[in-house]
């Protein structure tokens, strides 16, 4: 064995314990930003893919098939990113210029066929 290829061992061995601890940090992180769900948060937190995967399960097994929070994962960055639910206002003003842009597409439409 080379004394860089021992210099790299010892690296990788120095990088795993060193690791798990703040993994574990931002594992139990993560989960405690899940139970607690309050609305209109975003939190993004740099994780293994295993311990995402870990985290999406424990997320669907806590809220099922509902849309937030909702959990991604960037794998450029090995970063997993928790979306918490609209606030309530927020989710009445969208319904309400989706209905406002609905309706001024069928006024524009109307206008259209009646000019052709």
């Keep these: 064995m080379s004394a860089q290829s021992i210099h790299l061992a010892t690296m990788a061995s120095s990088s795993l314990l060193l690791h798990p601890e703040g993994t574990e ?3 139990q992180h993560a989960l405690n930003f899940l139970m607690t769900n309050e609305p209109e ?6 994780l293994p893919l295993h311990k995402y995967e870990e985290l999406e399960r424990y997320a669907d097994s806590l809220y099922g098939e509902i849309k937030y929070p909702y959990v991604d ?3 450029n960055t090995s970063t997993a ?16 210029l989706q209905h406002l842009i609905q309706r001024g597409v069928e006024m524009a439409l109307i206008q259209h066929n009646k000019l052709a």
């Excluded at 990113?81 to 309400?96: K, N």
């Design 25 to 27: 940090d931002q594992y």
């Design 41 to 46: 948060q975003c939190l993004e937190v740099q």
């Design 73 to 75: 994962y960037d794998t």
């Design 81 to 96: 990113i928790i979306y918490t639910a609209p606030a309530p206002l927020h989710g009445m003003v969208s319904a309400q």
